[in-house]
């Protein structure tokens, strides 16, 4: 296999959640880039649209709302029937929480819980089934350094994500035999639109996160499409059930 082939995703299809902005969109865009066909999902049809005729031909959109999980198995008919199964699925839509834990109410993690963990379940078993079938597959989560260390006052967040990097390995054991693999990127601290607004305003803040970056930066949004696109690809064929830390360093540094 030349460098070229083990990187390609020529003849995939990966279905992308939360796909319209942030890290969601970068992953589109390296994956539409390395020769996927891609379909962007989410709430919010401006956004989708406007994300898709940035990456041009052979990219898609379909609004839904991935906690409506009886839906699921539509969602992954409805892509199939627009140009072939999903045989890349990246799990990536997410809401965020910033409360004391102690403030926190039931109502309020369930449905951080909802979108995290229990949307991503129901899309995985919508989609792995045909996987396997075929004998080739990829499912990809989303993590976030949350799930590696204590961070303060995102309780929700820290449980949803550190549930993911347990399903990874769980689905890894069950899924991977069958030509299915099962991988998770967990990014540090990402220059997005959103991290400048929570940044620029709290210089503190901003100095506390570069400081514990052995890298002395934020990472771009690419660095995680492009994880994704190796995760994906032919080069991590036997690659599965890890969680990939793309974080400068941030999580073994001091």
Not at 101 to 115: G, K, S
Not at 190 to 202: F, N, P, V, Y
Not at 207 to 235: C, F, H, Q
Request: proline share 5%; charged share 15%; with cysteine.
């Amino acid at each position: 296999m030349n460098p070229t082939e083990a990187f390609s995703l020529s003849g995939e299809t990966a279905l992308i959640t939360g796909g319209g902005t942030g890290i969601g969109l970068a992953i589109a865009r390296a994956m539409h880039a390395a020769g996927a066909r891609v379909v962007l999902v989410g709430r919010r049809q401006a956004e989708l649209a406007a994300a898709v005729e940035a990456l041009g031909p052979g990219a898609s959109f379909i609004v839904h709302d991935i906690t409506q999980f009886e839906a699921a198995p539509d969602l992954a008919a409805r892509v199939a029937a627009g140009g072939g199964p999903v045989t890349c699925l990246v799990n990536n839509a997410g809401i965020h929480l910033k409360k004391p834990a102690v403030d926190t109410t039931p109502e309020e993690f369930q449905r951080v819980l909802n979108t995290h963990v229990v949307g991503a379940h129901a899309l995985t078993r919508a989609v792995v089934p045909g996987m396997i079938g075929r004998r080739h597959g990829s499912v990809l989560f989303t993590g976030s350094m949350a799930s590696l260390f204590g961070i303060p006052l995102v309780i929700a967040y820290t449980a949803a994500k550190s549930a993911m990097v347990g399903m990874v390995k769980g689905y890894a054991t069950e899924f991977s035999a069958h030509g299915v693999r099962v991988n998770c990127i967990a990014p540090g601290w990402i220059e997005t639109e959103m991290s400048r607004k929570a940044l620029e305003g709290d210089p503190a803040r901003k100095a506390k996160v570069i400081g514990r970056t052995p890298a002395a930066a934020l990472g771009s949004p690419e660095d995680i499409g492009w994880a994704a696109v190796y995760l994906a690809s032919p080069a991590a064929k036997f690659v599965t059930g890890v969680t990939l830390a793309v974080d400068g360093g941030a999580s073994i540094g001091f």
